[in-house]
């Protein structure tokens, strides 16, 4: 089945920095390639998603790249701001014709005034 | 926030005690998974289901079971609870395969 590896757990930056996490898999067979953030005591809500035919996608501050031949993917946050703290997550779609979804471990984000 | 209900929101329960989740949704969507979220392990999935009576394995479906009688409720069974099943469980829903999944809000169990 799919794994998913995802670095670093922690990441410290300043505010105005920039933040990148990056992940890897393991089935050529995925296609879906989300990003959720979770704040502490809340669900994981998706702030992103990307599919195998696209290579990049960006919305405002967050954008993810997408090398399928490497089988890696990245989410990249610029200016970052206080409220970007969280935990993050990366997923894969299993690849399978049920579609589960597999998640990375998390990168817990801390942004410092 | 997508129509997802997760209860009961915390509970505490004996080793050995059977113990029964449910999630319902009033979006009928086709996917819904369960999930623990565990420190140092992410969101591991247990098991999910692809349609009524459809379901199957996750990574981490060692004793847990399942049941799908409706498209609203996905209920997740511990046949007998151990203490490596205290985490938080979370309920996710998703309309298609590879879209936006939904997250209830989570059950915090503990097994004493």
């Known amino acids: 089945g799919e794994n998913v590896e995802q670095h670093p757990s922690t990441l410290s930056v300043q505010e105005g920095d920039s933040a990148v996490i990056k992940c890897t898999y393991s089935d050529s067979a995925s296609n879906y390639f989300p990003w959720y953030k979770q704040e502490l005591g809340k669900r994981p809500q998706l702030i992103i998603d990307i599919r195998s035919n696209v290579g990049e996608k960006k919305d405002q501050r967050i954008a993810v790249t997408l090398n399928k031949t490497a089988k890696h993917f990245s989410l990249h946050i610029t200016e970052t701001q206080p409220e970007d703290s969280a935990v993050y997550f990366c997923?894969?779609?299993?690849?399978?014709?049920?579609?589960?979804?597999?998640f990375g471990k998390g990168t817990k984000l801390s942004v410092k005034p | 926030d997508a129509g997802i209900t997760q209860s009961p929101r915390h509970k505490v329960t004996e080793t050995g005690t059977p113990v029964t989740l449910r999630c319902h949704q009033t979006?009928?969507?086709?996917?819904m998974y369960w999930y623990r979220q565990d420190p140092g392990h992410g969101l591991r999935l247990i098991h999910y289901s692809y349609g009524v009576k459809d379901t199957d394995k996750g990574e981490v479906s060692d004793g847990y079971s399942v049941s799908r009688s409706k498209t609203e409720d996905f209920l997740l069974t511990l046949e007998s609870a151990t203490s490596s099943q205290t985490s938080v469980y979370f309920c996710?829903?998703?309309?298609?395969?590879?879209?936006?999944?939904?997250f209830g809000q989570g059950t915090r169990l503990t097994v004493v």
């Open positions: 997923a894969a779609s299993s690849g399978g014709s049920q579609g589960n979804l597999i």
């Open positions: 979006e009928n969507h086709r996917y």
């Open positions: 996710a829903i998703s309309e298609r395969q590879n879209t936006e999944a939904f």
